[in-house]
C-alpha cells in the first residue's frame, strides 16, 4: 500500500481533474479526492509523483476513463425535473419543427447522459410530441463514466427509475422484465450512446449548427471557470440558429455567456440561442402577455410587515451586480467614468435626497456606450422617485445591453409591485432570484407576495431560503439593496413572516 497522499499531491491530483476530466472539487471534498487519489495509486502500485506526473502530462492509458468512474454519480429518474420536459413538448418542439428545414429532422443532445433515463425521456417526449411522421428524431446521447453507459445500452430499470414518470407513460412505453422494467425498443432505437469528454473539444461531436435541443443538466456545476466558458461556446456554435438549450436548476448563463435569450415558462427556465449575434432584445416574460394592462392604483395591504418592506423596496437605493461566476472577484458596482464621480449621487442616496441623486447621475457625460450600472442606479432612483414608467424603460434599455441582469428585473418587479401589478411583479422576482441564486431581496418578497396571496407553503420556502441569504450576505449589498434597512431589521421581518405562516425561523 502506498503512502497516504499529502496536501501537496490531493493539489496536484485536484488540478489535474480539472485539466483532464473538466470537474472541479471545493476544499471540502478533498477528504473524498484523498480516498479516490490512494484507490488509484493501490491499483496501478505506483508512487504518487510518478502517477500525478502521468495524469498530467497524458492522462496515462485508460485512466481518464477510471477516473470517471470514481468522480461522476450517474443516478438519476425519469422525466427529473418534469416541468422542463413540458416546456419542451409544448413550447420548444413546436417551434422547432415549425422552422425546421429539410432534411426534415430533429437533433437532440443529451450531454452527459448518465444512465440514459434523460435521453430516453427526450425520446418518449419527441415520439408522443411530433405527430408528423416524415420527421425523423435523432437523439445523441454522451457522458464520460463507461459504466453508466453500459446501463443505459441495456434500457433496463427498476420501478424507482419511473416515480416521476407518469402512468399512461409507464404503461405505453415499458414491459416487465422480472423485477425491473424494460424500455420499448422503439424508444431505445432513437437513442445513440457513446463515451465522451464534455470539457475537450470533439469537432465530431460539436459540429456547427447540428443540434435543435441541447440537454446539459447539472453537468456545468462541476467545470471549472474557464471549461465552463468553453463548453457554453461549443454548445452555442453546435446548436442551429434559434435552438434551445436546458440547463440544471442550479445553473445559469448569466457572467458565462451573452449568446442566448433567457425564456421562463412552465415554471422552468431554459435558452434560445441568439440568430446571427443579435443584440438582446428587452425582456418580456414568456408567460406573460406582450402588453401590459393599464396602470392601477397600488394594492393597500393590511398588513404591518409586508407594507414596511414593501416601504423599505420603495427606497431602494441602487443595486450592486453579484460576481459572473463563482470563485471570481465581484466587479465594481459602478466603475469609475473618466469625467464623472459616482459616489457624490451614492452620498446623496445614502441620505434619501433622491432627486438630487437622479439630477447628478444624468448630468454626467454621455458614454461611448451605456453603462449597464449607471442605469440601474438611474432605474432604481425613478422606481424610489415614484415613476415607476420611467424606471421600467430604463430597466428595459439596460436588459438590451444586458439581458440577464438580476438588479433590473428586481427594479421592474418593484415597479410592478408599486403599481398594483402582482403577477408581473412576482415573475420579475422569480426572474432575478434564478439569476442570482444570492440575491436575498426578491426570495423576501416572493415569500411575502406568497403570504398575502394565502399560499403558506411558498411563503415558507421562499421566506426560509430568505432568512439563509440575509443571514450571510454582504455587508455593503445589504446597505444598497435594503432600501433603509439594515441586516438585523430585514432578518427580523423575514423571521416574523415565517413564524406567521408555519414556518421554523
Excluded at 377 to 399: D, I, K, T
Aim: proline share 7%; net charge negative.
Amino acid at each position: 500500500m502506498n503512502a497516504q497522499p499529502t496536501r501537496l499531491d490531493l493539489e496536484r491530483f485536484r488540478t489535474a481533474i480539472v485539466s483532464r476530466v473538466g470537474l472541479q472539487f471545493d476544499d471540502a471534498k478533498l477528504g473524498f479526492l484523498g480516498e479516490v487519489l490512494q484507490r488509484r495509486l493501490d491499483k496501478l502500485g505506483q508512487p504518487s509523483d510518478t502517477y500525478l506526473r502521468g495524469v498530467e502530462r497524458d492522462g496515462l492509458n485508460g485512466e481518464v476513463n477510471a477516473l470517471a468512474r470514481e468522480l461522476t454519480v450517474g443516478e438519476t429518474y425519469f422525466f427529473r425535473n418534469i416541468e422542463q420536459f413540458r416546456a419542451l413538448r409544448e413550447i420548444v418542439l413546436p417551434e422547432r419543427l415549425h422552422s425546421a428545414p429539410a432534411p426534415r429532422t430533429l437533433r437532440l443532445l443529451s450531454a452527459g447522459c448518465a444512465s440514459g433515463e434523460e435521453p430516453y425521456t427526450l425520446a418518449i417526449v419527441a415520439r408522443e410530441a411530433v405527430a408528423d411522421t416524415s420527421f425523423e428524431v435523432a437523439i445523441r446521447a454522451v457522458d464520460l463514466n463507461p459504466a453508466v453507459l453500459e446501463k443505459a445500452a441495456s434500457a433496463r430499470y427498476a420501478p424507482w427509475a419511473l416515480r416521476e414518470t407518469p402512468p399512461d407513460i409507464q404503461r405505453k412505453w415499458f414491459h416487465p422484465d422480472g423485477r425491473d422494467l424494460r424500455l420499448d425498443e422503439s424508444i431505445r432505437s432513437a437513442v445513440r450512446f457513446e463515451l465522451g469528454n464534455l470539457a475537450s473539444h470533439d469537432p465530431e461531436l460539436w459540429l456547427p449548427a447540428t443540434y435543435d435541443v441541447i440537454f446539459c443538466r447539472n453537468v456545468l456545476m462541476y467545470f471549472s471557470p474557464e471549461q465552463m466558458r468553453a463548453a457554453i461556446v461549443r454548445m452555442a456554435r453546435s446548436l442551429a440558429p434559434g435552438g434551445f438549450l436546458f440547463l440544471g436548476h442550479a445553473e445559469t448563463l448569466r457572467g458565462v455567456s451573452d449568446r442566448f435569450h433567457l425564456r421562463h415558462t412552465h415554471g422552468t427556465f431554459y435558452y434560445e440561442l441568439k440568430e446571427g449575434g443579435e443584440p438582446s432584445r428587452a425582456w418580456m416574460p414568456s408567460s406573460l402577455p406582450q402588453s401590459r394592462a393599464p396602470a392601477q392604483s397600488a394594492v393597500v395591504v393590511d398588513d404591518e410587515w409586508f407594507d414596511a418592506i414593501r416601504k423599505a423596496s420603495e427606497r431602494v437605493a441602487a443595486l450592486m451586480p453579484s460576481p459572473s461566476v463563482a470563485n471570481e472577484p465581484a466587479a465594481p458596482s459602478l466603475p469609475a467614468a473618466p469625467f464623472w464621480d459616482p459616489a457624490p449621487a451614492l452620498d446623496l442616496l445614502r441620505q434619501e435626497r433622491f432627486a438630487e441623486a437622479l439630477v447628478h447621475v444624468r448630468a454626467g457625460p454621455a458614454p461611448d456606450k451605456p453603462d449597464p450600472d449607471v442605469l440601474l442606479l438611474e432605474a432604481a432612483l425613478l422606481a424610489h422617485s415614484g415613476q415607476a414608467a420611467a424606471a421600467e424603460e430604463v430597466c428595459q434599455r439596460l436588459l438590451k445591453i444586458d439581458e440577464f441582469n438580476a438588479g433590473a428585473h428586481y427594479v421592474l418587479a418593484l415597479c410592478r409591485e408599486q403599481s398594483g401589478h402582482q403577477d408581473g411583479a412576482g415573475e420579475h422576482y422569480r426572474v432575478a432570484a434564478y439569476l442570482d441564486p444570492q440575491f436575498a431581496m426578491p426570495r423576501l418578497h416572493l415569500g411575502l407576495l406568497a403570504r398575502h396571496a394565502g399560499d403558506r407553503d411558498a411563503a415558507r420556502r421562499e421566506l426560509a431560503q430568505a432568512l439563509l441569504l440575509l443571514k450571510r450576505e454582504d455587508a455593503s449589498r445589504l446597505l444598497l439593496f435594503g432600501g433603509g434597512f439594515g441586516r438585523e431589521a430585514l432578518v427580523t421581518l423575514c423571521r416574523s413572516a415565517l413564524v406567521e405562516c408555519g414556518g421554523r425561523p
